[in-house]
């Protein structure tokens, strides 16, 4: 299933470095993509990308002032190959923040960078940095989602719209506490973040005051900006706003509303997950309180929000939107000053095309394990998106996708078949004749949806189990 992406994160290239600072790591990984040694970007180190991915080249990116970050690409020329694949170690069931950055630099001496697509765990969107790139500007997709296995694959992929090679500059791959946006159904949707933005604020806000390394873009417009004048605890939050994001706010005046137009940009039918966050600017008193009522669009989204100096924030996991966005706060009539706003953040909610079974997954890894002259193509998940299914597999269809047919005869394969093959219990078909096979033949005898069986012409030893061969209707060779 493809699904397109309504809009990316735009980053300024800048010309100067952060001083570092001596924080820790946030956890996770994060790639200088084509590098060949640790980078520091502002607060964060960035190592070679080399453990992650087997395939593509590298290069660097001659242009002065570049930022270390943007400074080389990892690009991948092959035509034979379907996709390919980073491949992360990760602990399932955690929430993950994924960052892709491109940046193209004429690495190939083009002028504009290609079109492709970049798959996570399955799910697929284009990626087009032409406009940005024309703008002085490197890219950015960030997308929140779930670990439904231990591996987790970013993969780039030709599409009919490439003409050169794709290519990635930075991965970040980082852990998330389990409250964030966790009303979200991570079993169905990833989000995309779109906007994510400090009110009033001149600076940009990323890690360390951001121990994720959201980026919380400054958004100045024309209403009067306040400071505030009490601290508050991020751990207070489901979303944990860094504390920063609340030292400015955006107000109106006694009995008037605040109307604020956010984000700057239309936004195509569909639904989003909206969270905004306030605070009571003014010094910590019994009359440190704001009342007034939020408006989306003229839908009332939260009716006598009290926005005292702790802070508060309001959400909708799916909220409809369609075209400009304005959201208008309305005071109570007994609240004694103006409505307040700090912060804003929007997500698309992006359908996953399915997942592959753990299990199945598991086995097709031990193949790739197992065979010497594996198939170009077998990297990331052997069944999505759909037209980039690993040669030689067929599967299901649906949300849980399965294997129900391996056919490699006569693909050149060498090494042995790995006991964990009798696992793919959906397989229809087997079909691994006239290759270099040696070894055991395992146990097949848990496959009993198995309708054809070829291991011929190979140096295999062992039979096939009594059970499949008196199976009514089966074809073994």
């Excluded at 994060?30 to 080249?57: A, H, M, V």
């Excluded at 159904?185 to 940009?204: I, Q």
Aim: hydrophobic share 35%; with cysteine; charged share 20%.
């Amino acid at each position: 299933m493809s699904t397109s992406i309504f809009l990316l994160w735009l980053v300024s290239i800048p010309l100067a470095i952060h001083a570092a600072i001596n924080v820790n790591q946030p956890q996770g990984f994060l790639l200088n993509c084509g590098g060949n040694e640790k980078i520091k970007q502002d607060s964060l180190t960035y190592g070679p990308d080399d453990r992650f991915i087997k395939t593509g080249n590298k290069t660097e990116i001659k242009q002065e002032g570049l930022v270390p970050l943007l400074s080389s690409v990892r690009y991948f020329p092959d035509d034979a190959e379907e996709k390919f694949c980073y491949n992360f170690p990760v602990n399932k069931g955690r929430k993950l923040i994924i960052k892709t950055i491109y940046y193209y630099g004429g690495f190939d001496g083009g002028t504009e960078p290609p079109i492709f697509d970049q798959i996570i765990d399955g799910t697929k969107w284009n990626i087009n940095t032409s406009a940005d790139y024309a703008d002085g500007l490197s890219s950015y997709y960030e997308v929140v989602m779930v670990a439904h296995n231990k591996v987790l694959s970013i993969c780039l992929a030709k599409n009919e719209h490439t003409t050169s090679n794709p290519f990635i500059s930075a991965i970040e791959v980082l852990y998330l506490d389990d409250s964030l946006y966790n009303t979200t159904d991570f079993g169905k949707y990833a989000l995309v973040t779109l906007a994510r933005h400090s009110f009033g604020s001149h600076d940009k806000l990323t890690f360390p005051d951001d121990k994720y390394n959201r980026h919380w873009d400054p958004l100045v417009d024309d209403n009067p900006v306040v400071t505030s004048q009490a601290s508050v605890t991020p751990t207070t939050f489901w979303n944990m706003p860094p504390e920063k994001v609340f030292e400015n706010s955006v107000t109106a005046s006694r009995g008037k509303s605040l109307v604020v137009n956010w984000p700057n940009f239309p936004l195509p039918k569909t639904y989003y997950y909206l969270a905004l966050y306030f605070q009571d600017n003014r010094t910590p008193s019994p009359y440190s309180w704001r009342v007034f009522d939020v408006l989306v669009n003229g839908v009332k989204f939260f009716s006598n929000l009290n926005a005292t100096t702790s802070g508060v924030t309001v959400y909708s996991t799916a909220w409809p939107l369609e075209g400009e966005t304005k959201i208008t706060l309305v005071p109570a009539n007994t609240s004694p000053v103006g409505p307040v706003i700090a912060a804003g953040e929007l997500f698309q909610l992006l359908p996953l095309a399915g997942r592959t079974l753990t299990r199945d997954v598991s086995v097709m890894n031990d193949l790739t394990k197992s065979f010497n002259k594996k198939p170009q193509d077998w990297h990331g998940d052997p069944c999505l998106p759909k037209d980039k299914s690993w040669s030689g597999v067929i599967c299901s269809s649906g949300m849980n996708t399965r294997i129900i047919s391996l056919n490699l005869t006569n693909a050149g394969i060498s090494g042995s078949l790995p006991p964990s093959i009798s696992k793919l219990t959906a397989l229809s078909h087997l079909w691994l004749g006239s290759n270099e096979l040696t070894g055991q033949i395992p146990d097949l005898s848990s496959l009993q949806n198995l309708e054809t069986l070829f291991l011929q012409n190979n140096r295999l030893k062992g039979s096939v189990p009594g059970s499949l061969r008196n199976k009514n209707g089966i074809n073994l060779k």
